[in-house]
């Protein structure tokens, strides 16, 4: 999946997400893309119904299947209002993102957004001020 901050978190002038659903945008995979999950759990999720039947999952939290039983919601979290957010390091439901570079290095990797060093700097800088 590709996106930009705005996929979630778009709500004007303030940073929340006008669809409070939980979504998988992958802080719980075992390995998740330079995140530290050393230290977490790790479930061991098989599936044995629906469209997923078979399919076994290793991840540091079930998320909402862990309240629904379902496959699908495997991994689903709900994202966090960024107002305030300089103040909630370690970031993530699991605390995997020590500091905000880590989150905007996360995010670009995972869903290729390619932002440049300056980019980077610039939206940590932002996310600073919220």
């Known amino acids: 999946m590709k996106g930009f ?13 006008s669809v409070p659903l939980a ?3 992958g802080v719980v995979a075992t390995a998740a893309d330079g995140l530290d999950t050393t230290g977490l759990p790790v ?3 098989h599936c044995d119904a629906g469209p997923s039947i078979g399919t076994t999952y290793h991840v540091t ?15 689903k979290t709900k994202g966090p209002v960024l107002r305030n ?8 439901h699991n605390g995997s993102a020590p500091d905000l570079d880590h989150v905007v290095t996360f995010y670009d990797t995972r869903f290729g957004i ?17």
């Open 5 to 17: 901050c705005t996929t979630c978190h778009d709500t004007p002038n303030v940073g929340n997400h």
């Open 43 to 45: 479930f061991t999720l």
């Open 61 to 75: 939290d079930p998320g909402k299947a862990l309240i629904s039983g379902q496959c699908a919601d495997i991994g």
């Open 85 to 92: 957010l300089a103040a909630r390091a370690p970031y993530f």
């Open 114 to 130: 390619g932002f440049t060093d300056q980019e980077k700097r610039d939206l940590i800088a932002f996310l600073k001020s919220l």
């Open 23 to 25: 979504i998988n945008i």
